[in-house]
């Protein structure tokens, strides 16, 4: 069953603009992460958030963590053409289960 | 190299025909998963892996599908009697142990096509 939707589904924007995705989920969490995917490749990760997180960041990625609202973002800054790729997130729910939840993901592309 | 390794990394056939898919995860990497990437989709998982225990076979779709880990460590993923339905991207991932809170590690797929 799908527990993490992104939003927006496609995001298309110029270099050096910074980029925002969001990803809601249903069911209680203990951590999420997330991945980056490039056209024709398997899932990279970038960075995982645990539920007791309200913010991390590494590098350009910054991410935050609202459980209030069972939703987090994803913001790339100053971003990049290479930063063109799918986006998911990926939940790990409480009660224990070793799975992940990925979401449909979003599809950025960044313009030179 | 370090990586996670898939092969074939693409694989046409014709339906009702058997395919087998491999995998080898990352030394040391006690948890192995599989899921399946329909075209522009997310990710829907397989089966998962961990040490000596029994699989979760929990996202298998048919009993036409099945996997192992021989070794614990490659692992085959084998449809039997494809059918059109079953073309899609069959990603592996493995990281270090089976927890939520561990990064997986994606190979970069087998891409399935049935004709």
């Known amino acids: 069953s799908q527990q993490g939707e992104e939003d927006p589904q496609a995001l298309s924007i110029q270099e050096g603009e910074n980029a925002t995705m969001n990803c809601s989920y249903k069911t209680s969490i203990n951590n999420l992460q997330w991945y980056r995917q490039n056209s024709g490749r398997g899932l990279v990760h970038l960075i995982l958030i645990r539920s007791n997180e309200r913010e991390k960041h590494s590098g350009r990625l910054r991410v935050t963590l609202d459980t209030s609202k069972k939703s987090s973002s994803l913001l790339i800054t100053a971003s990049r053409a290479a930063d063109t790729a799918s986006y998911f997130c990926?939940?790990?729910?409480?009660?224990?289960?070793?799975?992940?939840?990925f979401g449909k993901g979003t599809k950025l592309t960044v313009n030179p | 190299g370090a990586g996670v390794s898939q092969s074939p990394s693409n694989k046409v056939t014709e339906k009702g025909k058997d395919v087998e898919l491999r995998c080898d995860p990352i030394s040391g990497h006690t948890a192995l998963y599989w899921y399946r990437q329909s075209l522009g989709q997310g990710l829907e998982f397989l089966i998962y892996?961990?040490?000596?225990?029994?699989?979760?076979k929990s996202g298998l779709p048919s009993d036409r599908f099945s996997a192992e880990r021989t070794g614990g460590s490659v692992s085959t993923l084998t449809i039997q009697r494809t059918q059109q339905e079953d073309s899609a991207v069959y990603l592996c991932?493995?990281?270090?142990?089976?927890?939520?809170?561990?990064?997986?590690?994606f190979g970069d797929g087998t891409r399935l096509s049935i004709l």
């Open positions: 892996f961990q040490g000596n225990s029994a699989p979760d």
């Open positions: 990926a939940t790990g729910t409480q009660g224990g289960s070793e799975k992940l939840v």
């Open positions: 991932a493995s990281s270090l142990w089976g927890a939520s809170n561990q990064p997986q590690h």
